[in-house]
């Protein structure tokens, strides 16, 4: 079974700093996804950003970007520029491929934006 | 918003009753996914229907069943509810099947069992 890790349950960073959030997972799959979803306090799951596997190059959404380290498996968010509206909790979570689409979530990162 | 409508948003019951949530998916997504989000457990995926058929089963009890509709809504039956059951139950919506699909998620239902 897949699992997730997520070593930091809080941090916290001053507005239009640069903060990174951990996260870790195990699996003997080889092709699979890997995601982040932001939870504000409306709790509303929100997704951030999106790593495919067999891609190298790391995916980047505008501030939000992932360093993928497929052999490591790690999968760790950076957030650039941090704003106000970023506070929130931030949950990393698997996916294996085709035909098991369920998301394996990890425990979340409280993630507080200090103005 | 992301499309995907429950409701209710909240439900206040007490232990040993019976509920049902119901989640209404995006447009044209044909698959239904169900999460609970609780203190001790965080996030779990419980269910996928694809097209009214279920399609994948996690770590759901056995006291909670879920069905998918003709018109593609879902519910999700918890019965004999444990204080333990309280928790915030999300419903997520893709266009189909594999992981390219972006799963949307709806605003969940919180319940709470007294």
């Known amino acids: 079974a897949q699992t997730v890790t997520q070593s930091q349950p809080e941090m916290s960073v001053q507005e239009a700093e640069t903060v990174t959030l951990s996260c870790t997972y195990d699996?003997?799959?080889?092709?699979?996804?890997l995601f982040w979803y932001k939870q504000p306090p409306s709790r509303q799951m929100i997704l951030v950003i999106r790593q495919e596997a067999y891609k190298q190059q790391n995916a980047t959404e505008n501030r939000f970007s992932v360093n993928f380290q497929k052999a490591a498996k790690s999968f760790s968010l950076k957030i650039s520029d941090s704003q106000l509206g970023d506070t929130a909790m931030y949950f990393c979570?698997?996916?294996?491929?085709?035909?098991?689409?369920?998301?394996?979530f990890g425990t979340g990162t409280r993630l507080t934006i200090i103005p | 918003d992301s499309g995907v409508t429950q409701t209710p948003k909240h439900l206040i019951t007490a232990t040993g009753q019976r509920v049902t949530l119901r989640c209404s998916p995006r447009?044209?997504?044909?698959?239904v996914y169900w999460y609970q989000q609780s203190l001790d457990q965080g996030l779990q995926f419980l269910i996928q229907y694809y097209n009214g058929e279920e399609r994948a089963k996690g770590n759901i009890l056995e006291r909670f069943s879920a069905q998918q509709f003709p018109d593609l809504h879902s519910e999700l039956n918890l019965s004999s509810l444990e204080l333990g059951d309280s928790a915030l139950y999300f419903c997520?919506?893709?266009?189909?099947?594999?992981?390219?699909?972006?799963?949307?998620f709806g605003p969940g239902t919180r319940l709470t069992v007294l």
């Open positions: 997520a919506s893709s266009v189909g099947q594999g992981v390219r699909n972006e799963q949307f």
């Open positions: 979570a698997f996916m294996q491929d085709f035909g098991n689409e369920k998301l394996t």
């Open positions: 447009s044209g997504d044909l698959s």
């Open positions: 699996t003997s799959e080889n092709n699979y996804y």
